[in-house]
Every structure is written in C-alpha cells, then in structure tokens.
C-alpha cells in the first residue's frame, strides 16, 4: 500500500509541472483573444468614424471575400487547369494570369484533351503497379479538376 500511495503521489507531482505551463498557455491564449477582439472593436469604430486606416494595416475583406463551409469544394479556376505531363506529374500553367480570355479558352481546351488520353495512360499504369512516386497521388486530384470540382 505505502509503495502505491508513494508512486502516485511522485506521479502527480510530475504532472504539476506540466499542468502549471498548460495553464499558463491557456491564461496567455485567453489574454490574446481579449487584445484581439479590443483591437477588432477599435478598428470597427475607426471605420465607421471614417477615420483613416493606417500605413501597415491589412486591407478589410470582409466585402470581398468567399464564404466558405469546410469540406466544400472551390473552384481555382483563376489558377489555370491542371496539366498532367507524361510522366503523371501535375503541373499548371505558369503564365496563365497573363493569357487573354480566348488564349485561356483554346488553351482549356487542348489541354483536356491531351489529360485525358494522359490520364487513361496513367491509370493504366497506376493499376498495373507501374507508376512512380512522382504522379501517384494526384490522378484524382486531375481528374476533379477536370471536370470542374477544384
């Protein structure tokens, strides 16, 4: 009994330690939230006082961004298609930001076709046990984007 009663009590003190920095963290954490919702609440007023915003702030996206729910899917389309190489790696297209609207279009469209003979070849090759490290993963992540879900 008096060695069980010992070995607890050597075991609880090792965990004091630990549940001292533990509460620490959470006492730093909480003194952080409340800074930030101060500084979020001084900002709101700033802006509806029409004050100016200062030289270092982030811009306000609250107007501009997208809403998103996890597990939702989101379309990249301003980052191009995916191309699948011969190898099956994926890549994109490194200058698709400075493509005009119809060299976009015509690029879209070869390029899914060239995908998908590419992406038959490599899951010919993925079920035979023959496809490398370099495109293993990402076939179904081509083949998403391919039909519009990246």
Known sequence: ???A?????ASAAGLLPLLALLLLALAQAQAVLVSA???AAADVSARESGAPQHAGELPDVSERGIPLKFGEKVALTELGPIIV??????????NWAEMTERERQATQARVSK??????????????AGELGGAGGGGLMEAEADARGEL
């Open 1 to 3: 009994g008096g060695a």
């Open 5 to 9: 009663a010992a070995a607890s009590a």
């Open 37 to 39: 919702e101060a500084g």
């Open 85 to 94: 190489n011969t190898d099956c790696s994926m890549r994109r297209i490194d």
């Open 114 to 127: 060239r995908n998908a003979a590419r992406l038959e070849r490599c899951r010919a090759l993925e079920a």
